[in-house]
């Protein structure tokens, strides 16, 4: 399984320019995580710092065990090789060929053999749809399949964390995609953590688990990707919907006067030119490939997600409950999909103590108050979409130190 990348308190400045400050936030191990934010404000810069390629003046990144901000140059070169890097442009050495490129860090840091050095090789070259192109250089294939080439290098050391940054420029919409269903893909087979940076509206809506966006020299959110798509805060609204009017400007922040400017012309019905999607209504993220293993990841996040539901906003909470409705339902739809073994298998996954799952039900943990743990649990088969109709008949239990259970068939217990 991936590992987790604790960040606290970074700071980052060049020269007397700060790029960010104070940036805490955890990347779940294992999970799929999107950072936002408009041009030049950091998002590479964070990505390279998370690597030690950049240095930050304040706070800690925690991999496996090391901080790798304090740490020696020896224990920085073994943890780079738990990362799978994708940079902006691809990276690839001009000279060499895509195979040499992809084959690059096998030679550099593992004494395989080349017979075997090309069987990984060529595993991914396909995994990437690049079969054929193997033997052509860089600058003979377009920007996509160089973009492509750099996610095959970025995986054959079997990384555990994956980053890549901007993985859409320079794609079309449908290659994009492809890239994307391709990352979900490799998240459900080797159960790397993966951290997307993007602009690409489509990719944060349906791709992450998690979420978080920079802005003003600050991460103004991370969390579950609800929280940030049913935001209320003006940035992050019209960031999602690529709207001019609003407290992101050109260049930097927008004076009182443009904003007042721009205040008077969307009042009068002059278009920002955002698009008017509905955001409170949330997308499904993209399942893994039917051929593909279940994403645990997805799991996981559904158990931590469950553990802080009752502290996240209203509007999020909503959606979190439509959205694993929806995935209860898909999964009673059909039966043989991954979705599927992601909302039951939280029958016997990591339940709090002292929570026994009855065999037959479903079981969902539906919120942790004062000490109480309150699950769920009705016959598989009347799963509903409507999540707060199924729960806002039973009582949520306020006693401390207990587990209330209540049942569809209205009966009720509680365990210790
Ligand atoms: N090595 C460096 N030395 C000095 N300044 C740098 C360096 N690298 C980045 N910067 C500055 O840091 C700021 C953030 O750059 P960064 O590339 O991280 O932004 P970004 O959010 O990824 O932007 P974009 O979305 O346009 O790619 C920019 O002002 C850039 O000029």
Redesign the pocket.
Known sequence: MGVEVAVEGLTKS?GS?N?WRDVSLTLPAGEVNALL?P????????LKTLIGL?HPEQGSVVIDGTDITQCSAKELYEIRKLFGVLF?DGALFGSMTLYDNIAFPLREHTKKKEDEIRRIVMDKVELVGLAGAEDKLPGEISGGMRKRAGLARALVLDPEIILCD?PDSGLDPVRTAYISQLLIDINAEIDATILI?T?NINIARTIPDNIGM?FRKELVMYGPREVLLTSEQPVVKQFLSGDRFGPIGMSEEKDEAVAAAEAAMQAAGISGGGTKDDFSEIIPQVQPNPDMPVRRAAIRHRQNVLNIINSLPANAQAAIRASMAEEDRVAAESPDTSATLVAMSNHDFNYPEGVIHTPGLHTDVIGTEAGTTTVIERPTETITTDYEAATQNFAVDDRTEEIAVVREDGQESTRE
């Open positions: 060049f320019q790029i934010g041009s030049g404000t950091g998002k590479s810069v964070f950049l902006q901007e940076v602009h920079l």
